[in-house]
């Protein structure tokens, strides 16, 4: 039409590597967190199932530092799948202070339920790369996890290093001039 003025096409915006991550880390646990709600637990939970199971007889503080979560939220994390009739914890002979954790039958059989789901939840995030593709953005993404300290079973949230910052900001605020 005369007198319209034509827009000029829009620029792409560069993709940020932060934002990128940020949209699939949360896509990916939120569908994740859906899948597996049905059975009563959240991806925290199954992180320590997973751990408890492949390291039964270790106690809480071990836990607690392998996965860099704080000590009062994974004993509420146990609290929950001990309820659950998950999780046994058990009085070390060695060390009557310390509680050795091991899964029930009923958590072995929930684990392995559940680890069909991410076996598969996982092959649906991936699909739409080649396999050499697949093994290349784990093995980035696993080098980026490991430059930052992050564990691969835990989770930033609940960890030390989230805790840490939280404190350092409250340390750091500057006092009012007087």
Not at 28 to 40: E, H, N, Q, T
Not at 121 to 138: C, V, Y
């Amino acid at each position: 039409m005369p007198g319209e003025k034509h827009k000029a096409p829009e620029k792409p915006i560069p993709a940020a590597l932060g934002l990128l991550l940020s949209q699939l880390g949360t896509d990916a646990a939120l569908s994740f967190g859906r899948k597996i709600a049905g059975f009563g637990i959240s991806p925290p939970h199954l992180g320590m199932l997973r751990w408890i199971h492949a390291n039964g007889g270790k106690n809480q503080a071990e836990l607690a530092s392998h996965l860099g979560v704080v000590p009062s939220r994974l004993v509420v994390l146990l609290d929950e799948l001990e309820t659950k009739g998950l999780v046994a914890r058990e009085r070390s002979l060695q060390d009557r202070r310390s509680q050795q954790l091991q899964l029930t039958r009923k958590g072995s059989r929930l684990l392995e339920k559940v680890e069909r789901i991410a076996t598969a939840h996982d092959a649906d995030l991936g699909s739409s790369l080649t396999a050499p593709e697949r093994e290349t953005l784990i093995e980035l993404c696993a080098k980026l996890a490991a430059h930052r300290g992050l564990t691969p079973d835990g989770h930033p949230g609940y960890g030390r290093r989230f805790a840490a910052s939280r404190s350092n900001r409250k340390l750091s605020k500057p006092s009012k001039p007087g």
